[in-house]
């Protein structure tokens, strides 16, 4: 096995800690800023102002992710960019509850991200800190490889949510058969953060209470109409699409094993009641995924993203048939050239086309000082060419 292969082994099958209180605290995020939350809880530190602050490099971020949707590092990208249109980093909010003073109060979670020479920083809200570093108790343990393995914002949460849950009562009763938790649908929805609060401060003063009543916050919000996000307002559209599909997740891809049943008054579902177990994973085998297209373009980004865009990288891969090796080979071969190219695709197409990187000695004709498009290979060697071009 590879050194780096064996070093990404050693990260997956790291464990980290996670406070209950960020946990519990409504709110999401999307799947991606999650898991970059995970892996920076391994490459954190504070700062001078008393931020934490997570450094990760992309070589690691492109073998601990998963992208299937688009290359992982324009995800990352786009997700760290204030300008972007949707979810970016800077929109994840969590609510918090002040117990002693009974109030809810939003935190945003990223109050800086950027994503530079390959290097991702992320700074947390000086809010976090005390609920993300030195944590001795009131925390949950949580799986590096099962969290990343997830792909629904909602399996992410109801996983950190069920495990915190069954943890928490296997430390109270030892042993225990199964863990049951109960929600309301309106307390289950904005736990995953399907209902906001939309900004009324009826709904605000209600969660504010020490036991808010739900049935009123779920009036309240039908009453908002489109001005408060009601995603899977009907039961089976909810159970179809969050439900089935978080247990389908988290029993294939973690130690959580759970079923569910509706809980009713009279003929409306009214509730969801769990049913929380854990699996022993030791002897299951994990095997590496092999590297698909996405893969290949987050590697290629890390080394030339100077040089190119994630769009003229596509085609160059394109053009070598998605064969890497060719395209590092021909951007060796470019970045060795000591004579300026002026138009890097049409070089690198061509390098890629003939293989002239097979053949360093041989280089490419120019005109005027300026490299043809065609690329016209010359017999002579690199020195004669160099001549001529001299004497021009």
Not at 6 to 18: A, C, F, G, T, W
């Amino acid at each position: 096995m590879k050194a780096e292969d064996r070093n990404e082994l050693i990260v997956r099958s790291k464990d980290y800690k996670k406070s209950n209180e960020l946990i519990n605290a409504m709110g999401i995020g999307t799947a991606l800023s999650q898991k970059l939350f995970a892996v920076g809880m391994l490459n954190m530190h504070i700062d001078e102002t008393n931020n934490v602050v997570a450094t990760i490099r992309g070589s690691q971020l492109r073998k601990l992710f998963n992208s299937t949707s688009g290359s992982l590092y324009q995800h990352i990208e786009e997700l760290c960019d204030q300008q972007m249109k949707g979810s970016t980093i800077f929109q994840w909010q969590l609510l918090f509850k002040d117990k002693e003073k009974g109030k809810i109060e939003a935190h945003q979670v990223v109050t800086d991200a950027y994503f530079k020479d390959g290097t991702l920083t992320l700074r947390y809200n000086n809010f976090l800190t005390d609920k993300i570093t030195n944590l001795k108790k009131g925390y949950t343990t949580l799986s590096l490889s099962e969290t990343l393995s997830l792909k629904s914002i909602y399996s992410l949460r109801m996983y950190e949510i069920f495990k915190s849950a069954y943890d928490y009562q296997k430390a109270i009763k030892k042993t225990i058969v199964c863990c049951v938790i109960e929600y309301s649908l309106v307390e289950l929805k904005l736990e995953l953060g399907i209902i906001t609060t939309g900004g009324n401060k009826e709904i605000k003063a209600e969660l504010e209470k020490e036991y808010p009543d739900y049935e009123r916050i779920g009036t309240l919000v039908d009453a908002m109409g489109k001005k408060v996000d009601n995603r899977y307002k009907e039961y089976k559209v909810f159970n179809r699409c969050v439900l089935s599909k978080v247990k389908e997740e988290l029993n294939g891809k973690t130690c959580i094993e759970m079923d569910y049943e509706s809980i009713k008054s009279g003929k409306r579902v009214v509730g969801v009641r769990f049913f929380i177990n854990r699996r022993d994973l030791s002897d299951e085998t994990v095997t590496a995924e092999e590297f698909n297209e996405d893969d290949i373009l987050d590697d290629l980004y890390e080394i030339m993203h100077e040089n190119f865009k994630l769009s003229e990288l596509k085609e160059i891969l394109r053009t070598a048939d998605y064969n890497s090796d060719k395209v590092k080979k021909s951007y060796e071969y470019m970045r060795n050239y000591n004579i300026e190219i002026e138009n890097s695709m049409a070089f690198m197409k061509e390098c890629i086309k003939k293989e002239y990187y097979l053949h360093p000695q041989k280089s490419f004709e120019r005109k005027n000082g300026t490299l043809l498009q065609n690329f016209m290979q010359r017999e002579q060697d690199f020195s004669e060419l160099e001549e001529k071009l001299l004497d021009n």
